[in-house]
């Protein structure tokens, strides 16, 4: 019905996977010439009207001389290394060359490749739109008279975001590094943490206007070859112009077409990441976003702090239940307070219930109408305290709560049990670790509260039943959104409600790490002096 | 595809159900008129006899969450005041209706902690009473039951003199404080019910009774009501009562309590000492001779004495006090079954112990349980302890 409806009202036509999309372009190869003029009259073309774009004409000291040039976008490439490493080199160096070698429109490209240009990252192209292409990712292209081949050297020098500590998750303890924009600091800072040749990183360019690298992550022998393989494949399916952020790629890469609840992590954490990782779990970096893609994701996972595990695993079970407490009393208070005062009055303890109908008393409207408008209102705020700037942004958001809840009680809009119950709610959704985990929860409460307005009790009931009939029926990258709950994998409940010592963490989550399930030695656990150990 | 339909059509079915009228017993709080307790009087109005039916309502404080002007600065809810509201009727339905003519809100029966029931009521049968659950589907079986010797409506009529409302006055006695003291049994709706249709057991409810305070005029509490004695059924209608010994001697030989204070006072020359049971069991044995069926009852306390000036405990003294206790225990205990000999109800449960143990003697015993209960020789058999002796480590040496 959907799909209808997309087909309708957005002009999607074709199958999906086809690739018949309008947006994929054909593209033809264009071999560059071996004659300079030519080459640069095309580049020049290709780049009307791109003031970013720099190109430079110059000779090389030869007999006779070599004319050349580089072309760069201006804004991507480091100048001051592009004229230390390529210009100064074709310029000055060309006169220190080895008497035996002579510089020729024939050698040059070799031996400016060879002998010449010192940097690291250099490579050759011989394609019109190839060369183009790397030089808007900021690479920069030497082209010399009579060789139909390019020198592509990388001179990357745009301006980046310093690494900050993340402000989606932040954490007491543990490490305050957060990804940035950049896809080479952000493979830094994982790369750091799991230093093994078996952390794969294998690039996948998306989009067909404009070129996003996607890196995908996994541990070679621990995350399944399957999952793996079905990560890239829904990868490459993707046919779309510009993948700005990861939350794009997310939901092209999403196993169910519609539904409230997150089939995908997000994180901004490096050492959640690599953690993931080292479960099994596959990483997708999409270049230019600090939100990375953790696939495949359960239930579970959204309730899971990265703090939990370097706290200690008392305190983390106790948060994680706590947690869990929080997410239900996000979900089902106001539908219960609905619920309870409309319908089943006689649940509450007599006191409680004279002091809820002496808060109501002077309030105009059924309890239904005041916690939805309560709840709008809260909702308002924070969008309010999200789009604002950061610094207004919570001085509005706090003191209008305060002002417009106290406002409303005072004028008789809501009574001040509503208040207690929506600030209860609220305080309760901002335990929620994940973002889009809250983001579903609100949504959910919202329909909960209609369900308990018309149905009461039974209605709960009955949405917690849909909840949980779609959430069974929900997979992420072909795990079962609830496990390890349903299909129940009892040794992996040590990483759910609970948080078993590290020392017990004995094998790896058992949907997504199977390939190599023991995760460190039985015997790890903390030994006191002078008993066993050692020897054994 | 064809799932998503149907869960599309689903969801517009139950949303759609929201559009029906009439079916939904949704109500707001304030539009609860919630009754606390419920007075059952039978009265003679004009020669007509008719059914008072007499309700407390709690009253909420209005302008607690709104009208800012009138917020109280503590925020504290200041417990609403209760309402009262009586009517009278042919029949009990159309005297509960005429309870509500005044009352644009609806009846609500969850909270009702106590059913007072008037002498006249009680004598003429309280069966009717006891349909009361069927009546009112919101309507609690833990509700305390209390029958007055009076009428209904003047208990009802009384103040709170400790809580803010009556139904908590009434309700903290009947939950734990008046059975603890030994001044009342406890008796909710369902076992009064439950020993109404019991074949074997007669129902026995707390006497509810009204006093005029004068420890302090100031206060304007101009009538109190509190739990004391026992209100003794046969069958449906109330036989009698006991007094404060009598039910003394009910609690202890029904008893079963861990947590009792109740002071026997034992007496000797010019000694007297308090024997403070804390704890105490019981136990009936029928016993099954020829033909004939006679009951013995142990009844075992555990208590303390606390130091006094004219007793320093020593060993005789206990051995004394642990006898004399007995004594006296034994002396309540038979008072109590005399009397419900006396009123022919067996509320001890003797008949219903020869019941449930020895069913071939019942079979004989059943046609006139009443009359051989009556008939039946009691044995009683007490045995008192004395558990330590007062709190006092040592006692304050008072010169002569």
Known sequence: MFKQLLKKFMGFGGKKGSGQGRASQPQEKRPLSANIDKNLQALRETFDLCGDVIFREFKLNAEPPIRAFVTYVGTLCDEERAGEHVMKALMHETTALPANVRLTQGSALEIVQNRLVTLTELNTSSDLLEVTKHMVNGKLALVIDGSATAIIAGVPGWENRAIEEPDSEPSVRGPRDGFVENLTTNLATIRRRVKTSRLKVENIEVGVLSKQTVSVLYIKGIASDKIVAEVKERIKRIKVDNIIDSGLLQEFIMDEEITVFPLIQT???PDKTAASLLEGRVALIVDTTPMTLLVPATFITFLQAAEDSYNEAFYATFIRLLRFVALNIALLLPALYIAITTYHQEMLPAKLLNSIAEARSGVPFPAFVEAILMELTFELLREAGTRLPKNVGQAVSTVGGLVIGQAAVQAGVVSSAMVVVVALTAVASFTIPNISASFSIRILRFSLMILAAIMGAPGIMLGLMFIL??????????????????????????????????????????????????RQETDNGPVKPGEGGGSS | MKRTRRVVAGVLIIFSLSFLQGCWSRKEIEDLAVVTMIGLDRITEQGVDKWRYTARIMQPKAGQGGQGGNQQSNGAPQGGKELLLTGTGLTMQEAARNTGLRSPRYIFMSFVSTIVVGERAAREGVSEIAEIRGRYRDFRPRTYIAV??????????????????LYEEIEGLADHKAERIGVACSMDWNYFVQNLLGPDRDAVAPRITTVQPKEDPANGVRQAAFLQGNAVFRGDKLAGWLNEEETLGYILAVGDLNNAIIPITLVEGDKRVAYLVGRFRSTIEPVVGAGKVSFRLKVKTWGEVDETHNI???????????AAAADKIRGVVLKAIDKTKELNADVIGFSQELHRTNLEAWGDYRPAWRDNFRKAEIEVEVECKVTRTGRLGKGEAFKD
């Open chain 1, 267 to 269: 994180t901004e954490r």
């Open chain 2, 148 to 165: 007055t010797n009076g009428e209904a409506f003047d208990v009802l009529q009384s103040c709170p003199e400790v809580s803010d409302t």
């Open chain 1, 469 to 518: 009939f779609h959430l069974c029926g929900l997979r992420s990258f072909g795990v079962p959104y609830l496990s390890p709950f349903a299909p129940l994998s009892p040794s992996d409940l040590k990483d759910t409600f609970i948080r078993v010592p590290w020392w017990a963490m004995i094998t790896r989550p058992r949907l997504f790490g199977a390939k190599e399930p023991v």
């Open chain 2, 312 to 322: 320093r405990v020593n060993d005789d003294s206990l051995q004394w006090v642990e």
